[in-house]
Each structure stands twice: as C-alpha cells, then as structure tokens.
C-alpha cells in the first residue's frame, strides 16, 4: 500500500508519541484502564510503570509488553512508522481530528497512511456507512452520495468494508475527492484483501486511518470499537443500508450517544437491508435523508449549509380563484355542457358560471363547443 511521505507531527513531544505508539500495541482499543493510566501519569511515565512492573498497572498490559518486546525508547515505534511511511497522530497535535475528544473513550493516537491532517479531512466530513451484503440500490445510493459530497468539498469518512463503505468510498475517489478509511487492524494490514487497491487509493488522496498499531490484525471486537472513530470523527453520520443486526447501527447510536447527528437513507419496505433504516427513523435515532443537499443540511452549518425545501412545480390551475376552479372542474373534456348544466354541477350560479368562463376561456383551459362548453384538454394539467 503506498502512502504520502512521511512527516513527523511536531505537536507533542517525541518521547510522548513514541510511549502512546507502544500503548496502541499494548492496550485494546478502547481500553478505559489505559486511558486512566495515561491520563494519570501521563503515555511515558505510564508506559514506565508496565515495564518496571509496577503492582498498580493490570496485569494483561506487562503480559502483552513483554510478548511484543516493546521497550521506552520512542526512537524503535516511531522508526516502525517511518519504515511504512506512515504518521502517528496523537492528541496535542494539530493534526488531530478534536471531535473524536468527545467521546469518553477516544483513541490514545492514531496511525495513518496517507494524509497526516487528519484535523483537516476532519473539519467538513460526513460518515457514510451501511450493510456489507448491500443491494444495487444502495450502492448506487452510496456511490452518488460519496461523489456529491466530496464534488462540495466534503470528506467522505467510512470504513472501507464491502458494501456501502466501499461504494462511499469509490464515490468519492471517482471525483477525486478526499475520504478517509478507518479501519480495525493495523495499516499495514489490508483488510479486506480485495480491497488493497481501493486503501491504496484511499491513501494517495486522503488518509487510511488505524487504532491499533501495525501488524495487529482486524478482529469481531476491533470492529465494533473503530466504529466510534467513525461516528466521532465526523461531523454526522448517515447510513445508507442496514438490516436490523448491522453494526452500522453501532456507529449510528454512538454518534446519536455523543450528538452527532444522524441520517438514514429509506428504501423499499419490502428489503430487509433496509430495516434497521425504518427502525432507525421509528425510534427517533435519525432523520431520512435522500440526497446530497439533505445531508448537508443534517450536518452543516445551520443557515449556511440549509438544503432548499421541495416542492412540485406550480401549475397554472393552482392560481385559480376557488370559485374559477369549482367551475372548471364541473366542465366535461369529451361532450359540450350548456353554462345552466355546469352551473347545476358546480353548484354556483349562473351568472358566476358565465363571468367564470370567460375567464377561463381567455387563460385557454376551456373553449365554446356549438352552444357549450367543453375542456381545451392541451391546456389542463
């Protein structure tokens, strides 16, 4: 997989960047006693009561240091960095995404391929996810999405999974657009291998973006703990396809937890790849969202960002007087009608009946037929 060059963020010190790239190796994600622990003594002096063997660090962090033989020197995790031209980003950086510091458990840094500002990809994105089994219609969905978002300066953030996030994806790269790809192994480690060519790609525009460090495989509960990245990164979520079990429905209700908000794409009532959306919207998690303006208008900047509101196009039959329009309506398309008959069907006088067409007969909706009057069909809509 091929990345930007590398360049070292200069936000905190290396000492720091190199303990939390050992704590990425050490700590599962969303670990909630490693982060005490680092909020507590700080990444390096934390990382020093793991290797000392200190009685008040848990047990399974000296169990994992000592099988990955890791060690204080930030020089051997940040060498591993620059080996695969990758970045650690940390919090205290400018190039952190801030957003993700509003969830209780946010990553202790992230590794990246490709772009390193994160902050930057961050500031305007959206989170497209959805089913992996996804249908035509919502890759389609997906697909339209992730290039309008990014043709209007949007990054499109997913997790780069088959299904809907690979369609956001590719939407996005067939405009060449920035999109960000979260995924639940090290990014070293394609997952899936079918798609190296599209991380590749992700990486050359945007950036490919892990919790875990290198090497480490993606697993069922990496997973589901990347998919807080992806709902907090962001400034909102929207899924395109989800059954009723889909862990797209994690990152939705963990964006709702966090207040993100969140947009479901409806789709036929009869798709089962569909449900968890309906659902969704029944509980009051999401608001239905169909198109690219509608998106904006859920994530944006309110009064700047607002999508215009539909509405059919007016006829000119709209702009008729109500009584102009009782009148029309009792006039027959196929066989003339005297003005007293029309005036019997509309149930308004005769008098109102005549001045009405001649009203009508000059807007051109109806037209004297021998001694009555009919429809001009061409002109009624």
């Not at 509309?346 to 009405?356: E, K």
Request: net charge negative; charged share 20%.
């Amino acid at each position: 997989m091929t990345a930007q060059a590398f360049s070292e963020p200069v936000g905190v010190t290396r000492a720091e960047r190199g303990a939390r790239a050992v704590w990425s190796r050490i700590a599962e994600p969303g670990d909630e006693r490693a982060l005490a622990l680092v909020a507590e003594h700080g990444a390096v002096d934390a990382l020093g009561l793991v290797l000392s063997g200190d009685d008040r660090v848990p047990e399974v962090f000296r169990m994992r240091a000592d099988r990955f033989r890791v060690d204080a020197d930030p020089g051997s995790q940040l060498a591993a960095a620059r080996a695969i031209r990758a970045t650690v980003v940390c919090p205290g950086d400018p190039e952190w995404p801030v957003r993700l510091d509003d969830h209780p458990v946010p990553p202790l840094c992230l590794w990246v391929l490709g772009n390193s500002d994160l902050a930057m990809l961050a500031e305007r994105s959206v989170s497209v996810v959805g089913a992996r089994s996804s249908t035509s219609y919502g890759d389609t969905v997906a697909s339209g999405l992730g290039s309008g978002l990014a043709e209007r300066g949007w990054t499109v953030v997913s997790g780069a999974a088959f299904g809907i996030d690979a369609a956001a994806h590719r939407g996005a790269l067939s405009v060449d657009g920035a999109t960000v790809g979260v995924v639940a192994g090290g990014v070293d480690r394609p997952y899936p291998l079918a798609h190296t060519t599209l991380l590749a790609r992700i990486a050359e525009v945007g950036a490919v973006v892990a919790e875990v460090a290198p090497g480490m495989a993606p697993t069922r509960p990496r997973f589901l703990l990347r998919n807080r990245i992806i709902a907090a990164m962001s400034r909102g979520v929207v899924v395109v396809e989800a059954a009723l079990r889909s862990g797209s429905l994690n990152t939705a209700r963990t964006a709702a937890e966090i207040g993100r908000p969140v947009g479901v794409v409806p789709g036929p009532v009869t798709s089962m790849m569909s449900s968890g959306c309906h659902q969704a919207r029944r509980d009051g998690l999401a608001e239905i969202v169909t198109d690219v303006d509608e998106v904006i208008d859920l994530v944006g900047d309110l009064g700047v960002d607002a999508a215009p509101r539909r509405s059919a196009e007016p006829v000119l039959a709209d702009l008729l007087d109500p009584s102009d329009a009782r009148v029309l309506a009792s006039v027959p398309v196929r066989r003339a009608q005297s003005a007293l008959d029309i005036a019997v069907a509309a149930a308004v006088p005769v008098a109102g009946v005549a001045a009405a067409l001649g009203r009508l007969e000059l807007q051109g909706f109806v037209r004297r037929d021998g001694d009555g009057w009919r429809k001009a069909v061409m002109r009624v809509n």
